[in-house]
């Protein structure tokens, strides 16, 4: 599977590798050669902590590198009327008798705690492309499913603060 990601999400990434070879990479291996001169490593704490955060580093890197390498690129341009990436959505669940704010984001800056739902989510597929008042159908499995309304579209920008999730 390929993850869609915008051309601010690569650039994100290669800001965060960039920084990872650069500094944090010098600074695990420091912490790993500081703790080796401790001598005895089959108790050295530390000795083992180091390891592990400059295994996790490099793991980080590789991680992202392969997202980039694997991407599809999406646009952020949609139609003023239509739900489109980066856009901010109230949407109202019928079920629920309640309306909700989210923003569709890419995959790696999703996060259901903050309503950033990604393209790929059941609700992100269902209200992708759709105009306000359009009553769209979310297909969460084979057995079940809900409506949802388009009540308002605000087309914000990636201004750049949400996250990329750490995986």
């Not at 400059?54 to 694997?70: A, F, G, P």
């Not at 059941?122 to 409506?147: M, Q, T, W």
């Not at 201004?159 to 999730?165: H, I, M, Q, V």
Request: charged share 40%.
């Amino acid at each position: 599977m390929h993850d869609e990601l915008t051309k601010k999400d690569i650039e994100k990434m290669e800001a965060e590798i960039e920084h990872r070879k650069l500094v944090v990479r010098k600074e695990a291996l420091e912490d790993v050669k500081e703790a080796r001169a401790q001598g005895d490593l089959s108790e050295n704490f530390e000795y083992k902590a180091a390891k592990k955060f400059k295994n996790e580093n490099e793991s980080r890197i590789r991680y992202l590198e392969k997202m980039i390498k694997t991407a599809v690129i999406v646009s952020e341009d949609s139609p003023e009327d239509e739900v489109g990436m980066n856009n901010t959505v109230d949407i109202y669940f019928e079920e629920d008798d309640v309306t909700e704010t989210y923003k569709l984001v890419t995959t790696v800056r999703s996060n259901s705690l903050k309503n950033l739902i990604s393209r790929e989510s059941p609700l992100g597929a269902a209200i992708f492309g759709h105009k306000v008042g359009d009553r769209c159908e979310v297909h969460v499995n084979d057995n079940y499913s809900y409506f949802v309304q388009i009540k308002r579209i605000v087309n914000t920008m990636d201004d750049g603060t949400d996250e990329l999730r750490k995986f």
